[in-house]
């Protein structure tokens, strides 16, 4: 059975700080990793990952994997309190042919920042 | 983009009715939609996998007398839950791809379910 574990699981931090979040996993027929961010309500799309060492960027977040440790990171640079949010790392099966199957999610870090 | 709309937002019911949870693809058809549940700043759990005209594939541990799934068209997915208990409170989120090559896993809004 696939397997995703987020780490940590709530972090507490300042406006100007700089989080890093973390992802591994055990995936059968790996394709891809992705990362959500959830306030409220759906989960926001932010990344998907398929390729080690590259990284991805979008602003003041960041993320990589790694396929030799089966782990990912996510960055967030230069914190404000609109990221306090629920980060979310999710894998998704592969189905059959290149059809996408369910997702795996992990437990996901509670990330709140004070100003 | 893709956009699902999940439908109602939020609903308060009675103990012992059934509640009915839509959840449409606006520009896309998603052959497959599935059905999460979520409690208070934990993550999304799955709770069934549903395929247009084909009977829902139900995670271990989720009643599929419970919790009813109907995707009778690329466009909609229902999800009702029937006789509901206040432990069926919680917050349901429906998502769907297209499910050839990749286009993401678009996800509805959610839908808040208080019973009383």
């Known amino acids: 059975e696939d397997k995703v574990v987020q780490s940590p699981l709530s972090l507490v931090v300042h406006e100007g700080d700089t989080v890093t979040l973390n992802c591994s996993y055990e995936?059968?027929?790996?394709?891809?990793l992705l990362w959500y961010k959830q306030e409220k309500k759906a989960p926001t799309f932010l990344f998907m990952l398929?390729?080690?060492?590259i990284e991805k960027k979008s602003g003041r977040l960041s993320s990589i994997l790694d396929k030799k440790e089966l782990s990912s990171i996510l960055n967030i640079t230069a914190t404000q309190t609109g990221d306090s949010a629920i980060y979310l790392c999710?894998?998704?099966?592969?189905?059959?042919?290149?059809?996408?199957?369910?997702?795996?999610f992990g437990q996901g870090t509670i990330l709140t920042v004070h100003p | 983009g893709a956009v699902v709309s999940q439908h109602p937002s939020r609903v308060i019911c009675k103990s012992g009715t059934s509640v009915k949870i839509e959840c449409r693809s606006l520009d896309f058809q998603a052959t497959t939609m599935f059905w999460y549940r979520q409690f208070p700043k934990q993550s999304l759990m799955l709770m069934a996998t549903?395929?247009?005209?084909?009977?829902?594939?139900?995670e271990q541990g989720v009643e599929k007398d419970k919790f009813l799934i109907n995707h009778a068209s690329l466009t909609l997915s229902t999800l009702t839950v029937t006789s509901a208990h206040p432990e069926d409170s919680s917050f349901y989120i429906c998502?769907?791809?297209?499910?050839?090559?990749?286009?993401?896993?678009?996800f509805g809004s959610g839908t808040r379910l208080t019973v009383v």
């Open positions: 998502s769907a791809t297209p499910g050839q090559g990749y286009y993401g896993y678009t």
């Open positions: 995936v059968t027929n790996f394709r891809s």
């Open positions: 999710a894998a998704p099966q592969r189905a059959g042919g290149t059809s996408y199957g369910k997702l795996t």
């Open positions: 549903s395929n247009e005209g084909s009977k829902a594939t139900y």
């Open positions: 398929t390729s080690s060492g």
